[in-house]
């Protein structure tokens, strides 16, 4: 049975997990068609990320004259499916954002089921539990196919009522967390006779990737943190403690910051005010090659965030041999293991940050090299892709064999 993906705008370089998964699942011989509601083409510079953007159908890229036929014809042709779909999107749209947005993500939805019509399509599989998951529902509400979302978090356990999320596990043929954090949260929205089509299947990364982690490099520790700029990354939390650390003994330790957002200016000003300017540096967005180099080049991964669900770069320091100094936040306890595999620390807690910071610099590189391969292995034991694949592949033939 194809099926299909629905991503909100695809690919991003943030989500290069789901193109891992999805080209794992067509090595298992299942057929993917990926849709998304838009391109981001202009902003990407990967190689692979290029090909899949060529691979996707983006659905607003048909046009409003499109998107408006296909909702009338949809209309049309089941007028009590419709309104049922129409009822639904105004519930939910005076629970989220405005009606006036969930009408746009009806006809989202009507272009969705006609498109999964034409190709046969009878199940998709949203990522994120925000817009995807509700275009899958009002498609599945229209008569089109069948669907299941994989849950990130925390945006989904931030707001679940606003995002209608109760009626979104109720609706999907099953549903997914990455994590056993993230299973704890579905299921405080489903009864428990609904708790058996919630599962965890872990993002993945490709071990092939980093088969050959480079050593550990030479000089006082080098600290790398990995992510969009924005306030749940706690990255200017991570400014102050690097600036007691240095203050507090640690003074040659040097921190270097992939990626932007809308934070960039704040950090400027944190790094500045701190007076770190010789010792951060923001180094922009990066490709996959990139972040893997910059990976290569420090000793340990710091993820200082408030709010996660849980982070791929995370996994893939710990793939490259490094450990990681995180907080105890959703998923993060899961894979990172204190004294054995990294830190881990409250969050929003700058001095305890810092005394992770002071404990890595002192710790002896032959030290920190062993928990670098203890990360390593417990990485690859939880988080390879074809793994997780294989998991999903199984939910995607139950559903299938339990189809009509």
């Known amino acids: 049975m194809p099926i299909a993906y629905l991503i909100n705008t695809y690919p991003q370089p943030s989500h290069s997990f789901i193109r891992r998964e999805i080209r794992a699942l067509e090595r298992r011989g299942q057929a993917v068609h990926r849709f998304a509601f838009r391109s981001a083409r202009a902003s990407l510079v990967d190689p692979a990320d290029l090909a899949e953007d060529d691979a996707t159908e983006h659905l607003l890229a048909a046009g409003a004259l499109r998107l408006a036929a296909d909702t009338l014809a949809e209309a049309a042709r089941a007028p009590g499916r419709f309104a049922a779909a129409l009822a639904l999107a105004w519930r939910c749209g005076g629970q989220a954002r405005a009606r006036a947005l969930h009408l746009v993500y009806l006809a989202e939805a009507a272009r969705l ?25 009002l498609a599945q509400r229209l008569g089109g196919p069948s669907f299941s ?16 999320l109760p009626e979104k596990l109720g609706a999907a043929a099953f549903a997914v967390a990455i994590s056993a954090h993230g299973l704890s949260q579905l299921r405080r929205w489903r009864p428990p006779d609904g708790w058996d089509r919630l599962h965890i299947v872990r993002c993945g990364i490709e071990p092939s990737a980093f088969a050959n982690p480079s050593a550990l490099p030479d000089g006082p520790l080098r600290l790398v943190a990995v992510g969009r700029f924005a306030p749940q990354k706690g990255f200017t939390v991570l400014i102050e403690a690097l600036a007691l650390a240095r203050s507090e003994g640690a003074r040659d330790v040097t921190l270097t910051l992939v990626g932007d957002g809308e934070m960039r200016g704040a950090i400027a000003a944190a790094v500045a005010a701190a007076g770190l300017a010789e010792a951060v540096r923001l180094a922009g967005w990066q490709d996959e090659a990139g972040v893997r180099a910059a990976l290569a080049a420090a000793h340990v991964l710091a993820v200082p965030s408030f709010a996660e669900g849980l982070p791929v770069v995370a996994m893939e320091a710990m793939a490259a041999g490094r450990p ?8 993060l306890p899961e894979l990172v293991e204190p004294g054995a595999t990294g830190w881990l620390v409250p969050p929003a807690d700058a001095p305890a940050l810092a005394r992770a910071i002071i404990d890595a610099a002192q710790t002896p590189r032959a030290e920190l090299a062993r928990m670098g391969a203890a990360a390593r292995a417990r990485a690859l034991a939880l988080h390879d892709v074809d793994a997780s694949a294989a998991r999903l592949h199984a939910l995607f033939a139950r559903q299938e064999a339990a189809s009509p």
């Open 113 to 137: 089921t006609r498109r999964c019509r034409m190709l046969g399509i009878r199940h998709v599989h949203a990522h994120f539990g925000t817009n995807p998951a509700t275009v899958a529902m």
């Open 324 to 331: 990681v100094i995180g907080t105890w936040v959703a998923g």
């Open 149 to 164: 979302v994989t849950l990130h978090g925390p945006e989904e356990f931030d707001a679940p009522r606003a995002l209608c």
